[in-house]
Structure formats: structure tokens, C-alpha cells
């Protein structure tokens, strides 16, 4: 059974930092490559960053300079560092894996910057 474990998500204000986690279980991460998503009501969900197997990452141009996805193949936890938090950062962050032939979606963890 694969599980997908999002925290660290919380109330910030503009100018703050978090940190979210994804832990999984079921699967080795380092045999997919991990995103974070985000989504707010009535709007599409999008691609926030995403780490390969490789370790080359991919980011929305939103959050460059700004947000660093990292992976703890040890933990089998893949990090999400958010720093410079704009209101326009609220929404659900999910954790994604996806492999060659499945991927796998955690519940979400809610980020609301707001002062």
C-alpha cells in the first residue's frame, strides 16, 4: 500500500518561511521522481517543483530563487524549503510520485501566508 505524507503546513506571514514535508511508504523514492503541486478552489492545479531521480529539479517560475525541493533517500522524504512567502503562495500543497508506469498523490497540506 503506497502513502504519501505531506506537513508542515501552516499560517504565515508575507516575508516568512515554512518547510514541507512528504514521507512515503510502499515505495522507494528514489525509484520515482517527486513533486509538490499546489491548488486553491476553483483553480487548476499546478506545478510548484519537481525533483528527477537524477536530482535535477524543475521549478515554476513563480517560486524561483524563492522555493528548493530536496529529497532524504534515507528518511524516503522529499522537502519542500519555501522562503520569501507571498500571499499568492496560500493553497493545498500536495506530494506527488511518479514512476515509469504509476504515480501517487499525498492528501495535502494547507499554506496560508497572510499578515
Known amino acids: 500500500q503506497v502513502q504519501l505524507v505531506e506537513s508542515g503546513g501552516g499560517l504565515v506571514q508575507p516575508g516568512g518561511s515554512l518547510r514541507l514535508s512528504c514521507v512515503a511508504s510502499g515505495i522507494l523514492i528514489t525509484t520515482y521522481a517527486m513533486g509538490w503541486y499546489r491548488q486553491t478552489p476553483g483553480k487548476q492545479r499546478e506545478l510548484v517543483a519537481f525533483i528527477f531521480s537524477s536530482d535535477i529539479t524543475n521549478y515554476a517560475d513563480s517560486v524561483k530563487g524563492r522555493f528548493t525541493i530536496s529529497r532524504d533517500n534515507a528518511k524516503n522524504t522529499v522537502y519542500l524549503q519555501m522562503n520569501s512567502l507571498k500571499p499568492e503562495d496560500t493553497a493545498v500543497y500536495y506530494c506527488?510520485?511518479?514512476?515509469?508506469?504509476?504515480?501517487?498523490w499525498g492528501q495535502g497540506t494547507q499554506v496560508t501566508v497572510s499578515s
Open positions: 506527488k510520485a511518479s514512476g515509469a508506469a504509476l504515480g501517487y
